[in-house]
Nanobody, 119 residues
Framework: QVQLVESGGGLVQPGGSLRLSCAAS????????MDWYRQAPGKQRESVAG???????TYADSVKGRFTISRDNAKNTVYLQMNSLKPEDTAVYYC?????????????WGQGTQVTVSS
């Protein structure tokens, strides 16, 4: 069974930083893309950061210059470094991975990690 496990969320003051991690685990899988999404209360889930063609990073306009996505292929892990956090960044953050399992590519989602930015 393949799963994504996120960590690193929490409560932080405005202007602070957090680093989220998402690790894929299980047996017999290959990883395509790994991306970050978030969902604030009462809002739709939105894309935050991801990769194009495996290497080019892409960001939502609202986080450009503050968030950085990175990936450690040896650890099957994607990270999201979040700096200069704002109250409007408060949301549940999810990672999504496109995985090849048993010959088929599928999207898998993590369980989500809460990020709260408040003084």
């Amino acid at each position: 069974q393949v799963q994504l496990v996120e960590s690193g969320g929490g409560l932080v003051q405005p202007g602070g930083s957090l680093r989220l991690s998402c690790a894929a685990s299980g047996s017999a899988f290959s990883i395509g893309t790994m991306d970050w999404y978030r969902q604030a209360p009462g809002k739709q889930r939105e894309s935050v950061a991801g990769f194009i063609s495996g290497r080019i990073t892409t960001y939502a306009d609202s986080v450009k210059g503050r968030f950085t996505i990175s990936r450690d292929n040896a650890k099957n892990t994607v990270y999201l470094q979040m700096n200069s956090l704002k109250p409007e960044d408060t949301a549940v953050y999810y990672c999504k991975a496109n995985l090849l399992v048993s010959g088929a590519w599928r999207n898998y989602w993590g369980q989500g990690t809460q990020v709260t930015v408040s003084s």
